[in-house]
Nanobody, 121 residues
Framework: QVQLVESGGGLVQAGGSLRLSCVVSGRIFSTYNMAWFRQAPGKEREFVARFYWNGASTYYADSVKGRFTLSRDNAKNTVYLQMNSLKPEDTAVYYC??????????????WGQGTQVTVSS
């Protein structure tokens, strides 16, 4: 069974930075795709960024492009989301997802518990 555990959330001021981590454990292949989604109260869960092993492809939502960066440490089975120039509208629970594709949440079968990111003005 695959398990994803996020960490690194917190409270920061606008313009600040955070780095989120997602540790993956369980029976996975080296080609395991990873993604980040976020969800604010009362809003739908939205796509943030993804990594595909095939072609080492990364893709970012327009709302975070140029500010957020994905990276991986394959030896530690960990994916990171570096978030810079944070804005209040980035406030949400951030979820790590794995084993899927695309930008729709229902196309990703494995999820972490989420980590809260709050950006103050």
């Amino acid at each position: 069974q695959v398990q994803l555990v996020e960490s690194g959330g917190g409270l920061v001021q606008a313009g600040g930075s955070l780095r989120l981590s997602c540790v993956v454990s369980g029976r996975i292949f080296s080609t395991y795709n990873m993604a980040w989604f976020r969800q604010a109260p009362g809003k739908e869960r939205e796509f943030v960024a993804r990594f595909y092993w095939n072609g080492a492809s990364t893709y970012y939502a327009d709302s975070v492009k140029g500010r957020f960066t994905l990276s991986r440490d394959n030896a530690k089975n960990t994916v990171y989301l570096q978030m810079n120039s944070l804005k209040p509208e980035d406030t949400a629970v951030y979820y790590c997802a794995g084993g899927g594709s695309g930008t729709r949440n229902y196309d990703w079968p494995n999820w972490g518990q989420g980590t809260q990111v709050t950006v103050s003005s």
